[in-house]
């Protein structure tokens, strides 16, 4: 149970990426007070749970109705996830997700950002959803199942005290150092997206 949480804490953490979401919602909060910074990054990881929990529980049935095979589902995600990684390793995602922001916060007027861009797609995007699908299908029985869902709360709860402290934090850590963890993240990101692959892909032939 330690090795499953462990492995699916370490996968919604690098494809969710509280480092890199941090910052970015710093510059998207800039001129509100501190209690409205505390209230958007906490109802932007209820929305994202929300989100990422209705997938968990519901995505396999949607995956049987639409009669996609979960290996193929594997190979699909796990391309998904290695395109993410490609994308932290060379900065190009948060290059995107810094564009993004730069759009909503053009309004002179402090704007709620929990639901668009933090909650979706920054935290419950394309990636993580399709991760938290991958581990849900992993797991097998009930308390397996929780033990997933413990390693997703984990995450969000830690990825909400990161955008709290976002300001403090960027101060104290700055733009290198926060890139040389994404960049370490998203080779961790491909590796596990490669045996994703390489699992859906033995599913598949019988190998």
Not at 63 to 83: K, P, T
Not at 86 to 92: D, N, P, R, S, Y
Request: charged letters at 15%; a neutral charge.
């Amino acid at each position: 149970m330690t090795q499953l949480f462990i492995s699916a804490f370490i996968t919604l953490f690098v494809v969710i990426d509280p480092p890199g979401c941090a910052p970015i919602y710093a510059g998207l909060t800039k001129g509100a007070t501190p209690a409205q910074r505390r209230n958007m990054a906490i109802r932007a990881c209820f929305i994202a749970a929300i989100i990422l929990l209705i997938f968990a529980l519901f995505g396999e049935d949607l995956l049987s109705a639409l009669h996609i095979e979960l290996d193929s589902f594997r190979i699909a995600g796990g391309f998904m996830l290695f395109w993410i990684a490609f994308e932290m390793v060379f900065e190009k995602r948060t290059q995107r997700r810094e564009d993004r922001a730069q759009k909503v916060a053009a309004t002179p007027e402090v704007e709620d950002v929990s639901v668009f861009p933090m909650a979706m797609p920054m935290l419950a995007g394309p990636g993580a959803i399709a991760a938290i699908m991958l581990l849900m299908n992993e797991a097998s029985g009930l308390e397996q199942t929780f033990v997933v869902l413990g390693a997703l709360g984990a995450v969000l709860f830690i990825t909400m005290l990161a955008l709290v402290a976002a300001g403090p934090l960027m101060k104290f850590f700055g733009d290198r150092v926060e890139a040389v963890i994404t960049r370490l993240l998203g080779v961790l990101l491909a590796a596990l997206a490669a045996q994703y692959v390489i699992d859906g892909l033995k599913g598949s032939f019988g190998l």
